[in-house]
């Protein structure tokens, strides 16, 4: 089984300041990895994912994350949040082969401060 | 295209009563998975349907159930409502399956009081 811890629940940070929001995942087997943005009273938008290939990650917005296998992470980072970044960031994880559901982390809450 | 749609947007519903939930997925997407997502629990899995069958189930009680409609479309019901069970209910849908890049609807905010 797959678990997913995001270390910290809250982040505030001050506009125009680099982010990073962490992510650390649990798995016997090979995994995909994903992060969704959810603003307020709205669903999951996939933010990035990684399946293969190249460990780094990017997003349109700015954001990018780093796969790495050894410390099993895949971390969240922008050089530059703006306002409108303000939102909860989940952390999802699922085995390479089978068709198990997604398991997601608690998800931490950015608030970027003006 | 358009994205996943979710019937009604917000419910209010006494203890005991039973609830209905509707999605419809992506066009072309044959797989819907349903979460429940509360701020105690964070987003726990409920179920996938891919083809009309149930492929895969959450740990979740036998009063909460689903079904998937020839054209896609889901329904997730939810009987003898508990105070316990207000959350915001979330349909996702993919082209492959539930390990797979999934793409959200809006959500069901339901309120049990």
């Known amino acids: 089984a797959q678990s997913v811890t995001q270390l910290d629940s809250q982040v505030p940070v001050f506009e125009e300041a680099p982010v990073e929001l962490r992510c650390n995942y649990s798995s016997s087997v090979s995994v995909y990895l994903f992060w969704y943005v959810q603003y307020p009273n709205q669903g999951l938008q996939l933010l990035l994912k990684?399946?293969?290939?190249?460990?780094l990650v990017e997003s349109i917005n700015g954001f990018e994350a780093e796969f790495n296998k050894s410390q099993t992470s895949f971390h969240l980072r922008k050089p530059s949040v703006h306002i409108s970044d303000t939102a909860e960031y989940f952390c999802a994880v699922s085995p390479l082969r089978g068709n198990t559901p997604l398991v997601f982390g608690k998800g931490t809450r950015l608030s970027v401060i003006a | 295209k358009a994205g996943v749609t979710q019937t009604p947007r917000y419910l209010i519903k006494t203890r005991g009563q039973q609830v209905t939930l509707s999605c419809s997925p992506i066009?072309?997407?044959?797989?819907v998975s349903w979460y429940q997502q509360t701020p105690g629990q964070g987003l726990q899995f409920l179920f996938e349907?891919?083809?009309?069958?149930?492929?895969n189930k959450g740990n979740f009680p036998g009063r909460f159930s689903g079904r998937q409609f020839s054209n896609s479309r889901s329904e997730m019901n939810v009987s003898t409502l508990e105070l316990g069970d207000s959350a915001l209910y979330l349909c996702?849908?993919?082209?492959?399956?539930?390990?797979?890049?999934?793409?959200f609807g809006p959500g069901t905010r339901l309120t049990v009081t």
């Open positions: 990684y399946l293969s290939g190249s460990t």
């Open positions: 996702a849908s993919s082209t492959s399956g539930a390990s797979y890049e999934q793409y």
């Open positions: 066009s072309g997407h044959r797989s």
């Open positions: 349907y891919f083809s009309e069958t149930q492929r």
